[in-house]
């Protein structure tokens, strides 16, 4: 088994095509309609928020996905709309883009998948998919990936696409992703959109093992403000135009480049994370269990005291502790460790603040990593998340004027 | 019963002298020890942070109290350092500041409580709290509330008093408070600094669930950045000086006047938070339980993207909808509805975006009310945040520098 980070994207395996056209929905006219096709019908698999204000697009993806037993031909995405609490006119406008995609591509309706991101609770306008629709069909094409990955992005300051190749029962197959997001990220079992493809065969069950695997550790594993959205989604396509075919032997060097391709896009999430300027790996260890190494991680990545402070270049390991005390997990002050960088600046009940010039030097960094252990036993976590800026603030204050 | 609010802090209540001096902790100069002293011993009560990571003044206090059976005489508190995260030895100095404060007021050790805000895990200069001491004794007066009220500040934009006047028994009694916070604040079960005092006389298990009472509604229905540090503390004194004694008939009467005062204070509080311009009152109906609506209430008060969607003054109501939909409480969008002011902006599974501009005038005030009903059931809950500035990144991020 070996597998590669390369570039690419959802276009990567063979037998998939993409585009991404302008269909007039963003006011700047920028691309927004995205549209993901594979040669033959493939297995599919997804997850999707749990917030309970689910998005339209969210219940008819999920609706194809029963009907079909996990079949799918095609998946239609616009941004600049999330189409999400818009009662029955939106589930209707979902059906409908699902429906005209599934005439246009000639394949049942429950083939279609469809996602929508942007602001929520305004009318996504049909007239606007459906002008722009035949135009992506034509823009179709094995090199038109990073179209498509530019036609899913909001408030993304760059486009977010990844693949792995790896060997599968001695044949070649490779795994390719495109992803958005940049704000109101804190997945909760699912994900902002992302879309992932393979050329690999893999029966429904595993494809659907496969990518909770690799999401666990990936897209759920991620934060920048601590919000789940209406519209999270990652669906993953598995065609089998490479010949090779996936089987419990091979579960594990298929789920290898499908995690690395999740992490890829997860990462550049984080990076593109709203306001933005450093990548923080936070990393939990000495916990009473992986739920509470977890919890405390994502405590710590979502504490604005940490983030403006790490923004700030100040090894405040203080409010480290405070949040790891604060975390509802077990926590023994007397055997708690801080770590900024490789600098210990808190261990066994008492500061190291000479450290303190050290982990200063090493925060002017872009990528930073702190670490927390809990003195309550062996559990570890990881997480990424960014710093909190002021342009957050302007973005998110700013965002529909 | 007539409760009235006045002006007014800790020394409005008879009995009761207060001093604010500067000691040297603060690199500014400015006030830094307050100290507060009953005529004679007072019952006392106090709730502290449930962070795990407590520091030395709220362990040295929680046992006095325990040893003294609720009994206490004086309050030390120095701001500009939290001795938390010390050690044995930020033990020792919190012990030898009370031995110091019981030597020089005339008192048993056990009678007086500590506590301390500011930096995290930097140790306390003992010799300056020592050479600040005598200074607080002399300057003690029963006109000297405010300036303890000075003392206790960090990053707070202005100091918290508050005073309200009862009848219990025929007889005036009063309470008064004075409170810090403005960064590091969602009290969990205690919250910031707050120190009360009343004439009355209150027996101690009375007192104690008075407290518990009036902070519920008050202190830990607050948030201004969703963290609880770990040096939080309230803490009540009731030296009976007025002649009015509380028992169980006159408890509505006295915990009214407590929860008005705790109540200016806590909001206060608010309308101080770090860079907030803004006060931010979350009602949360319609909800199954009064546990799922105070949950409910906290994560729209802790949502980065609400605060910064009323900080630009924009009637985002669907990040309203978006954290109800994720706050883990049971919820139905189709008989959800979102009240920004008396404007209703999403009803019944339908936005009313006709009503957007209304909303958006509202939102240039600075005393912003907003409303979700879960659509779920009847139980009710109200808190109360800031917005969230640029410029609480800008005082976060710069915070030791």
Redesign the interface.
């Given at each position: 088994m070996t597998v590669g980070i390369a570039s690419g994207g959802v276009t990567t395996p063979q037998g998939f095509r993409a585009a991404g056209v302008s269909a007039g929905i963003k006011a700047n006219g920028g691309l927004d309609l995205a549209l993901l096709v594979s040669e033959t019908p493939a297995t599919a698999a997804a997850v999707f928020t749990?917030?309970?204000?689910?998005a339209a697009p969210v219940l008819v993806s999920r609706e194809h996905l029963t009907r079909s037993g996990g079949v799918a031909r095609a998946v239609i995405v616009n941004s600049g709309c999330?189409n999400?609490?818009?009662?029955?006119e939106g589930l209707q406008i979902a059906n409908t883009m699902a429906a005209d995609t599934a005439r246009l591509v000639g394949c049942p309706v429950e083939h279609v998948l469809v996602a929508s991101t942007g602001?929520?609770?305004?009318a996504l306008p049909l007239d606007k998919i459906r002008s722009g629709l035949p135009a992506a069909l034509r823009a179709l094409g094995a090199n038109q990936g990073a179209a498509a990955a530019r036609a899913i992005m909001t408030t993304d300051p760059f486009p977010k696409e990844a693949a792995a190749r790896t060997t599968i029962g001695g044949r070649d197959a490779s795994v390719g992703g495109m992803a958005k997001g940049s704000?109101?990220i804190e997945p909760?079992m699912a994900t902002m959109l992302a879309f992932i493809t393979t050329d690999a065969a893999v029966p429904q069950p595993l494809l659907d093992r496969a990518l909770r695997d690799a999401v666990h550790d990936t897209f759920n594993a991620i934060t920048v403000?601590?919000?789940?959205?209406?519209n999270d989604t990652v669906m993953l396509l598995a065609n089998g135009a490479s010949g090779a075919t996936v089987d419990a032997g091979q579960y594990d060097a298929f789920v290898g480049a499908l995690r690395g391709v999740c992490l890829e896009l997860a990462l550049g999430i984080v990076r593109g994370g709203e306001g933005a300027t450093k990548l923080v790996t936070v990393t939990v260890t000495g916990a009473a269990s992986p739920e509470e190494a977890r919890r405390a991680a994502k405590a710590i990545a979502?504490?604005?005291?940490v983030k403006?402070?790490i923004?700030?270049?100040?090894p405040?390991?203080?409010?480290l502790?405070?949040?790891?005390?604060?975390a509802g997990v077990e926590?023994d002050?007397g055997r708690?460790a801080v770590t900024i960088g490789s600098t210990v600046l808190?261990e066994a009940?008492?500061?190291h603040?000479d450290n303190a010039p050290r982990a200063a030097e090493y925060l002017k960094g872009k990528e930073i990593a702190v670490a927390v252990d809990l003195g309550a036993g062996r559990a570890t976590s990881t997480v990424w998340t960014c710093d909190?800026?002021?342009e957050?603030?302007?973005?998110?204050?700013?965002?529909?004027?």
């Open positions: 749990i917030n309970r204000a689910q999330a999400a609490c818009t009662g029955d602001v929520i609770g305004v704000g109101m909760m403000d601590g919000e789940c959205s209406t979502n504490s604005p005291l403006t402070a923004h700030g270049g100040d405040n390991w203080g409010r502790i405070a949040v790891a005390g604060r926590f002050l708690a808190f009940g008492k500061p603040d909190l800026s002021a957050y603030v302007r973005i998110n204050a700013d965002y529909r004027t």
